[in-house]
């Protein structure tokens, strides 16, 4: 039998979690020939509720689930894990912003960076959901210096299908004619969802929606509130949307990437587009599979965009600036 890959996700007795396992055991992840294991985190006191949902997976039946562990010990959860999802941390409530939790949430990714670096797989890829989740995943990358630049991940997926989806409902088009569309920087208010790049069935979006003042007035902003809005309206942070963007991420790495698109997700930055290096950035990337994956170059960057991302390189500075105290040796 093909050996299963080993998938470990923190959190998992949270609102994602629950959206999120079951769909990596359908295949929806790695394609219905593929075998996995879960390898799920919790705190101590969820360990009982989190066995209630893998009394569900069970009764799922699914033919590709090999194996279910549930542990409070991050080493253990992450014990050869070939990808490692952390949701677990704190969402924000009404009128904070994603950075305000960073104090609460950043120490969560110290002891975490340091379970992968020493008990994860040799393969390892890591995709940090918890927000702040690009700062997030810069505490849990010091911590982890045998874990290679190029394995680490902060989740700006979701903001991408928010952003495709206006899109396609203001140009009355179905979202998957509408492709290339960027998430730069920062999974905040500061993000800059790249609509100049955008196509709509292989012509420029803005040829297609031409009122401007609408991507700069309504859909920049529409985009970079949507998880406020969200939470505004459910009393509660987006979850099904959110695991959806997850199982996005990991499928878009560990597959090909078509020749006529890319997708968004933050990368530790090698220094391309005017990003300092090492801070984890929001870029357009394409993959080869197996979560090998570049940069994709050339992206036109205009004088107004050039100062989106600016924004983003500025916010992200200064939010490594808040956590110095919890870096490890390797960032
Ligand atoms: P939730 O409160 O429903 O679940 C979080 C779970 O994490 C809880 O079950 C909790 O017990 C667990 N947890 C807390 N500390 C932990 C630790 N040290 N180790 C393991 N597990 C731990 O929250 P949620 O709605 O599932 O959201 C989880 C996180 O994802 C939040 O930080 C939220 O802001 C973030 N989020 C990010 C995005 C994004 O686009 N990047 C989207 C939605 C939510
Ligand atoms: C989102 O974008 O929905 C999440 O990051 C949750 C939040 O706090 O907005």
Redesign the pocket.
Known sequence: MTTPIRVAV??A?????YALLFRIASGAVFGPEQPVALQL???TP?LPSLGGTIMELEDCAFPLLTDVKASDK?DVAFGDADWVIL??????KDGMT?AD?IRA?GP?FTG?GKAINDAAGPNVRVVT???P?NTNCLIARSHAPKVAADRWF???M??QNRASAQIAMKAGVPVGSVKKVTIWGN?SDTQYPDYKNAVIAGVPATSVITDAAWFTDTFIPTVAKR?GAVIKARG????AS?AN?AIDTVRNLYHPTPADTWFSTAVVSDGSYGVPAGLIYSFPVRSKGEGNWSIVPDVAVDDDARKRLDAGVAELISEREAVKDLLGPAV
């Open positions: 923190t959190g007795g949270g609102q994602i979690g985190l919790e705190i969820a991050a949701v677990g941390g704190l969402p924000r994603r939790l949430n969560i975490q959901v918890a927000n989740c902060a989740m700006t979701l903001d999974h998880g509660a942070s987006s979850a959110a963007a």
